[in-house]
């Protein structure tokens, strides 16, 4: 059993920064292909990033290129998605999940955490 707990959310000013932790058990990140989803009010459930087990390849949805950063730190069990120059459409609530597949979609992440909101004022 996969568990994560999103952590690191909060209100920021357009153009500033925050960076969002996820804390897995055991050896997630060896196995599963992790990942950053976000949903806005009243918007489905949307794809952010991903990174791969053991190559560390990266992969951002088109909207965060060059301005968000997904990364992991094995020795502390913990993903990072970096957010900078945010802006007020990125304001939703973000939730790392787990898939044993490389894969943008949401429905093949088998493991999520409770989610963090993000909140970007002007």
């Known amino acids: 059993q996969v568990q994560l707990v999103e952590s690191g959310g909060g209100l920021v000013q357009a153009g500033g920064s925050l960076r969002l932790s996820c804390a897995a058990s055991g050896r997630t990140f060896r196995s599963y292909t992790m990942g950053w989803f976000r949903q806005a009010p009243g918007k489905e459930r949307e794809y952010v990033a991903m990174?791969?087990?053991?190559?560390?390849?990266?992969y951002y949805t088109d909207s965060v290129k060059g301005r968000f950063t997904i990364s992991i730190n094995n020795a502390k069990n913990t993903m990072w998605l970096q957010m900078n120059s945010l802006k007020l459409e990125d304001t939703a609530v973000y939730y790392c999940?787990?898939?044993?597949?490389?894969?943008?979609?949401?429905?093949?992440?088998?493991?999520w955490g409770q989610g963090t909101q993000v909140t970007v004022s002007s």
């Open positions: 999940a787990a898939s044993l597949v490389a894969t943008s979609r949401r429905n093949d992440y088998a493991y």
């Open positions: 990174i791969t087990p053991n190559d560390w390849n990266t």
